[in-house]
T-cell receptor
Framework: EDKVVQSPLSLVVHEGDTVTLNCSYEVTNFRSLLWYKQEKKAPTFLFMLTSSGIEKKSGRLSSILDKKELFSILNITATQTGDSAVYLCAVEPNFGNEKLTFGTGTRLTIIP | ETGVTQSPTHLIKTRGQQVTLRCSSQSGHNTVSWYQQALGQGPQFIFQYYREEENGRGNFPPRFSGLQFPNYSSELNVNALELDDSALYLC????WGFGNTIYFGEGSWLTVV
């Protein structure tokens, strides 16, 4: 059975801090790993990673995948209160088969 | 906003009743997946529809069923509701073969009492 584990489960930091969120996975077939931000209801897409060692960046957020060690990290620098959310990691198994397996998520709280 | 719309946004049902949740996919998307997200958990895959046919199912009993229509919109039906069915039900639409096009709707909060 496919498995995705995220750590930490929750994190509280001060505005301006840098945070690193972790995601490890065990899947039978791997196509991609996706990161989502969930503030209230709908998870919103952040990154899709398919290749090891290639960092994806979007503003203060960045992510990288290690397919040998089966994990990914999501970094957020200079955190802001608007970054407070649950961050979800998911793996997509096969080409054209977007049946995502999610982790439990990391609840990030930014204190002003 | 993602262009994926779900209805209703909230509903309360009694144990044993039946519920239908609806999802309109984003324009151009041909695949709809449904997920159940219990409080404090990540979304769990229920099933996926592609070209009006079920294309894979997660670990959910047969009382969870669905449909996809020619316009790619979809319904999730749950019969004989149980208290543990209380959750946020998320619909995700995508274009088959392109994982980075998976967009989620705002979800339907179901409470079973």
């Amino acid at each position: 059975e496919d498995k995705v584990v995220q750590s930490p489960l929750s994190l509280v930091v001060h505005e301006g801090d840098t945070v690193t969120l972790n995601c490890s996975y065990e899947v039978t077939n791997f196509r991609s790993l996706l990161w989502y931000k969930q503030e209230k209801k709908a998870p919103t897409f952040l990154f899709m990673l398919t290749s090891s060692g290639i960092e994806k960046k979007s503003g203060r957020l960045s992510s990288i995948l290690d397919k040998k060690e089966l994990f990914s990290i999501l970094n957020i620098t200079a955190t802001q209160t608007g970054d407070s959310a649950v961050y979800l990691c998911a793996v997509e198994p096969n080409f054209g088969n977007e049946k995502l397996t999610f982790g439990t998520g990391t609840r990030l709280t930014i204190i002003p | 906003e993602t262009g994926v719309t779900q209805s209703p946004t909230h509903l309360i049902k009694t144990r044993g009743q039946q519920v239908t949740l609806r999802c309109s996919s984003q324009s151009g998307h041909n695949t709809v997946s449904w997920y159940q997200q219990a409080l404090g958990q990540g979304p769990q895959f229920i099933f996926q529809y592609y070209r009006e046919e079920e294309n894979g199912r997660g670990n959910f009993p047969p009382r969870f069923s669905g449909l996809q229509f020619p316009n790619y919109s979809s319904e999730l039906n749950v019969n004989a509701l149980e208290l543990d069915d209380s959750a946020l039900y998320l619909c995700a639409s995508s274009l088959w073969g392109f994982g980075n096009t998976i967009y989620f709707g705002e979800g339907s909060w179901l409470t079973v009492v």
